[in-house]
């Protein structure tokens, strides 16, 4: 079950030559695909190239009329290796993930598929995370291609120029023999807008034909003596081949009609919006996207076109680069080759704009600014230019010599100057810092009724029995666990890596180590280079693997140990019969991770008792998030169609609480906060929990386990209730009605 479904969109996919395409980024390049004639697409789901597989997923009728394979990969290195269909056959492949932690994952793969070459048509899309904030750490793809020679095409963010750029990707990597990679970045995947289709095409090379007529090139294989030629033919035939192909096609694009002819702007293709609405907060571009200074576009990030450069920086004294990022790769290639050419030419880039950091609208404006400043400071916009003009000061200009305003004149005229357009200003900048005084930052952490967050509550309770330990995280929701109010966790390494951090603390000791994995991880990575290794090593720490039914952190997507019942996938496969295979002794399963006291006990059974070996606790529960999107649709259709249902809601009674808060510092649930108590002799906050509540109790079995706490309740939301509901809530008001008189009248005669 995927966050999204496409089920109704990717009906577009459907449509024929000369059509108009309306939707998403993201659903306009599955098109693209099935217009340049893909042979097999694979991918691991990862934020924002997420949607991409659940659009395949979603659109796998329609792949299988056209004879296209598709597979949702166990990782991104296996994705990667699929690509070797290309490499022999005149297949084109595609493959996707997150970048850069999935191209990290991918690299071995990625490598020998650089080395080698490719026969048909290999291109990588990648969801280029860069500033975002979704991702581990913060780095660029650009240096992978530069280390592998691999292509890199960094298009403007328009449906006509992503698609455009998957096209040009495939023929790009035919011509040069070499695999590509399309760069997409957060914005370009989820940009909406309109192009003329072209007609689907079924690959005139299918996977079948490849089986029934296998061939072999040993010369394409990564082994000596043909991996040293590989490297001699990557410059002396690859490289040529992808720079003539490139400028042939022009897959850069150059904008140089405005009226400033002395000074350039060179940005990469992906932020060519927020540089052209930086022109348009300066004045320097209308509303169509005209700029007054030109601009060279590089489409192709890697590699950098010389001719290219030189040519559009003739006759210009000073040129500004937009690269995010350091190092600053681009800046150095076009400073060399402008110094090798004998051109004097400024390249300005990380001079006037942040070393590192995204480049958003008002960065790239201020980073504009100062270029501007220091060479053409007559264009910016003055005070003057600004200011209204006598014509709009109500007549008070001086008088002709017939007695009549000459304002007034200027006011009567037909033709009227162009107006200057003023500098737009993004006002809420000026007010973040007395904003973020007293609003502070919002941390990312686990959703409303996430079952992680009682597991860690259970372990932050077992820490207060059994002292600090050494805990080792993963990716996935579980990382939240890092932040307040659990503050639990020293490392994390990468995806299914959380056993894996641990295995140097296999040493003699009172405490053992613990680390932590979800079931993606698990699937992805956690089995064989944690769990195992742990087997072989024997290993004496505790391994937690957080089964919540879904690769949840990326969308929800089904995985192996996935419930759901998925025709196109093998699901319920237990994780415990995984572990127990690979030689794991001490297991313990949990059906329900909300039973807090249950699950530390747990935790200290598995770190006090005298057996050897790794440890394996197996905490199940549903993630709520996907659980509600499961729920919700059935629970609506159940009233509508009359029958009776309950939902179950929680609360806190106000003149109960002692304003303890246990349940807010032991659960940190965003359901839960504090409102005054209304009762003078109470000083203390009272808790509240507010409408978004799931009902998942966690806040109730936390506070119990820390200080017990009667003020919580259950309130059960009856649906098409029946005559019993009815009369037992007629009975319930006339009670709470009579008890409430009685107090009314007692309060009475205590005030007289």
């Not at 600090?468 to 020293?490: K, M, R, T």
């Amino acid at each position: 079950m995927a966050e999204r479904s496409f089920k109704k969109e990717v009906q577009q996919l459907r449509i024929g030559a000369g059509e108009e395409f309306r939707g998403e980024g993201i659903l306009a390049v599955t098109k693209a695909l099935l217009q340049s004639g893909v042979g097999y697409v694979a991918g691991y789901q990862g934020a924002p190239i997420s949607h991409l597989m659940d659009v395949l997923a979603d659109a796998q009728d329609i792949l299988e009329e056209l004879d296209v394979h598709f597979e949702a990969s166990a990782s991104e290195a296996t994705a990667a290796a699929t690509l070797s269909a290309s490499v022999m056959y005149p297949i084109r492949g595609a493959v996707t993930w997150k970048s850069t932690v999935g191209t990290n994952v991918a690299s071995d793969a990625l490598a020998n598929l650089a080395s080698g070459g490719v026969t048909g048509g290999a291109l990588i899309i990648v969801g280029e995370d860069y500033g975002e904030g979704s991702s581990i750490m913060q780095e660029r793809t650009h240096a992978f291609a530069m280390k592998s020679q691999i292509w890199l095409l960094d298009p403007r963010p328009n449906l006509e120029s992503m698609v455009q750029a998957v096209e040009d990707g495939f023929q790009l990597s035919e011509a040069s023999n070499t695999p590509v990679i399309l760069q997409l970045r957060i914005r370009t995947c989820h940009v909406h807008g309109r192009f003329i289709t072209k007609e689907n095409k079924r690959p005139p090379f299918t996977l079948t034909q490849a089986l029934e007529s296998p061939k072999r090139d040993t010369s394409r294989i990564v082994l000596p003596p043909a991996a040293y030629e590989h490297e001699h033919e990557k410059i002396r035939e690859r490289w040529p081949a992808a720079v003539n192909f490139i400028k042939e096609k022009k897959l850069n694009e150059v904008f140089d009609d405005g009226d400033v002819k002395d000074l350039g702007i060179i940005v990469q293709g992906g932020l060519y919006n927020g540089a052209i609405r930086a022109l348009q907060l300066l004045g320097l571009a209308d509303h169509f996207g005209n700029s007054r200074i030109p601009l060279y576009v590089m489409n192709v990030a890697y590699p950098v076109i010389d001719d290219e450069i030189n040519e559009f920086c003739q006759d210009k004294k000073a040129v500004l680069l937009y690269e995010e990022g350091q190092p600053n790769y681009i800046e150095q290639s076009l400073n060399t080759i402008l110094r090798h050419s004998g051109s004097n030419t400024i390249i300005s880039g990380k001079d006037v704009l942040p070393i590192s950091g995204e480049y958003t609208t008002a960065v790239m404006r201020d980073g504009l600014q100062k270029f501007l400043t220091n060479q053409r400071p007559e264009l910016l916009p003055t005070l003057e230019e600004t200011t209204p003009t006598a014509a709009s000061n109500g007549g008070n200009g001086q008088a002709d010599g017939n007695g009549h305003d000459q304002a007034d004149m200027q006011v009567a005229e037909v033709t009227r100057p162009k107006p200057v357009v003023k500098e737009q200003p993004i006002h809420f900048q000026s007010f973040s810092k007395e904003i973020s005084e007293v609003v502070p930052a919002r941390p990312a952490g686990f959703c409303t009724g996430c079952p992680e967050r009682p597991i860690f509550s259970a372990l932050k309770l077992t820490q207060e029995k059994l002292g600090e330990h050494h805990i080792s995280g993963d990716i996935g929701c579980h990382l939240f666990s890092v932040l307040p109010p659990f503050n639990l966790g020293a490392t994390t390494m990468g995806y299914g890596l959380g056993a894996a951090s641990s295995a140097a603390f296999n040493v003699k000791s009172s405490k053992r180590p613990i680390s932590i994995m979800g079931d993606g991880g698990f699937w992805h990575n956690g089995l064989s280079s944690g769990v195992g290794n742990a087997v072989f090593n024997k290993y004496d720490g505790v391994i937690v693997i957080i089964d919540n039914y879904y690769s949840a952190a990326t969308g929800g997507q089904d995985i192996l140990s996935s419930r759901a019942d998925n025709p196109n996938r093998s699901t319920n496969n237990p994780i415990i019969e995984a572990v127990k295979g690979v030689g794991v002794k001490w297991v313990r399963v949990l059906d329900r991770t909300y039973a807090v006291s249950k699950v530390r006990d747990t935790f200290e059974e598995a770190l006090t008792t005298k057996e050897g070996g790794p440890k394996v606790i197996i905490l199940q529960s549903e993630c709520m998030l996907n659980k509600q999107r499961r729920i919700k649709p059935q629970f609506n259709q159940a009233v509508k169609d009359g029958k009776r249902v309950i939902k179950e809601r929680f609360g806190v009674d106000g003149d109960v609480c002692t304003g303890d808060h246990a349940c807010i510092r032991l659960s940190g649930c965003p359901s839960l906060t504090i409102k005054d108590s209304d009762d003078p002799l109470k000083e203390d906050p009272v808790a509240y929990i507010d409408n978004t509540c799931v009902g998942c109790g966690n806040c109730g079995e936390v506070s119990h386990a820390a200080v017990l706490c009667p003020s919580f309740y259950r309130a059960d939301i009856v649906h098409n209730p029946n005559k019993w509901d009815l009369f037992k809530s007629r009975m319930r008001q006339r009670v709470i009605g009579f008890l409430q008189s009685r107090r009314s009248r007692q309060l009475e005669q205590i005030s007289m």
